[in-house]
């Protein structure tokens, strides 16, 4: 098992930015790749961004990129989204999540990812 805690989601205006935070346990999260995904009201769970174990390699949604950042720190067993250049239709829930240990590939889908974290709200009002 692989509890997650997220943090750091709130209200902010357009174009500010957040950090959100996720907290692994367990020893094995410097083995497993992580991603946050984001689901709006009515809409399906859509990827955001993911990086690798090693925190090298990483991928971004088209509709983040240049303005999401994500990051890890492996001693910390935290991941991080920075937020910033905010929008509107950014609102949503946001989920931490993990891969299996010792799976290497990159994932973009909701299926790819065993363990979840209970999310934590964003909202961007314009």
């Known amino acids: 098992q692989a509890p997650l805690v997220e943090s750091g989601g709130g209200l902010v205006q357009a174009g500010g930015s957040l950090r959100l935070s996720c907290v692994a346990s367990?020893?094995?999260?410097?083995?497993?790749?992580m991603g946050w995904f984001r689901q709006a009201p009515g809409k399906e769970r859509e990827f955001v961004a993911a990086i690798s174990w090693s925190g090298g390699p990483t991928s971004y949604a088209d509709s983040v990129k240049g303005r999401f950042t994500i990051s890890r720190d492996n001693a910390k067993n935290t991941v991080y989204l920075q937020m910033d250049s905010l929008k509107p239709e950014d609102t949503a829930v946001y989920y931490c999540a993990a891969r299996p240990s010792g799976a290497t590939v990159i994932l973009t889908t909701t299926q790819g990812y065993g363990y979840w974290g209970q999310g934590t709200q964003v909202t961007v009002s314009s």
């Open positions: 367990g020893s094995t999260f410097s083995t497993r790749v």
